[in-house]
């Protein structure tokens, strides 16, 4: 019910979702009458609710007041009995974020050791391949505790989904040197150092922002405030690009020939820098799968936003991201004695800088 368009383009995604695999089944929750005309499709389950969460709406609005929304019923639908059991194994939304936000963290609640979820999606890198990004807006003011949880939840995530034993993840900055950025950060990269030598990460370094689309690690971790301002500006960028390829037609005959030529390549590059193509991010630290769809998606993307949530479905990641935590948990110091640990590398670099 959510998004910009609701069902007009929710139902026409589901039904291609449907379609492309077999062995997935859907729950569409809403409005019956928005639904009807879904009644009846094979492996599909309509469950009606009395509310809709508006894009504009108060998040008081929606954790108080509209108990019955297709939002809040969706998101209880992921969460386990007390045999650890859920009725469905993923929700996918393209509604209000901070609403599916706050209803999924008082809904489901944190992962032992998580202390804030955080969104998770995928860039295009020059390797013909995808760097993971988190965080990209739920957290604007993080710790470094809270770092070293993105960077725990993100390599659970890439392990599961893409299969890579032991992904490498980088750390945001203004620079590579370690001396470089804010508190937080240097505090977060001391951590992660730690984490490595331990085992439990495959720590890279220090990466700048070029480094997400260059494939320089699998990772990158951020605050959300940074994260969600990179990624809104590549989404400028990738819709200035495909603007730019358009208006090369309309030139004159020279440009529109040179253009019919290079028109394999632009098309094949303008494809891989659609965003709609990386639609679906994921609320990690949940106990619950959740995947956030953009709210202006149009079926397409968000048919990719099922297809994210139905692989991370069937490879486990919850469990991945609850096994991975706690391995390094174990052999990271906690909360309470990352201080000494932060402080004893201060102690060095300010004796080494001597």
Known sequence: MGGDHGPAVTLPACKAFLAAHPQ????????????????????????????????????E???RRKKDSSMRIAIGLVKPDATGTAIAQACV????????????????????????????????????????????????????????Q??????????????????????????????????AVRDAATLL????ASGQLNFHGN?????????????????????NVMLKSAEGLASMLSSFIKQEFKRNVLTKMAAIVA???????????DYRRYNGAALLGLRGLVFKSHGSADAFAFEQALNRAYDAARNGLLARVHDKILGALAAIPPTEATAALINASQAADTTLSA
């Open 193 to 196: 150092r730690a984490a490595a």
């Open 263 to 273: 028109l394999p390549v632009l098309n094949h590059f303008k494809a891989r820098v």
């Open 61 to 63: 609005v929606s954790l």
């Open 150 to 183: 993105f960077a725990v939840m993100g390599s659970a995530l890439v392990s599961a989904v893409e299969g890579k034993a032991n992904p490498s993840v980088g750390l945001l900055n203004i620079g590579e040197e370690a001396i470089k950025g804010s508190e």
């Open 93 to 148: 939304s393209a509604g209000n974020t901070g609403a599916l936000m706050a209803l999924s963290r008082y809904v489901l609640k944190t992962l032992e050791g998580i202390d804030r979820p955080a969104i998770a999606s995928v860039m295009p890198n020059e390797r013909d391949g995808y760097t993971t990004v988190l965080d990209l807006g739920a957290n604007v003011d993080c710790t470094a505790d809270h770092l070293l």
């Open 24 to 59: 997935a089944e859907l729950m569409l929750v809403g409005r019956a009458k928005a639904l009807a005309a879904a009644a009846g499709w094979p492996r599909c389950t309509i469950v009606e609710a009395s509310e809709v969460v508006e894009m504009h709406d108060p998040l």
């Open 207 to 227: 990466v700048e922002g070029n480094d997400i689309f260059k494939g320089t690690t699998d990772i990158v971790v951020c605050d959300g405030f940074v994260g």
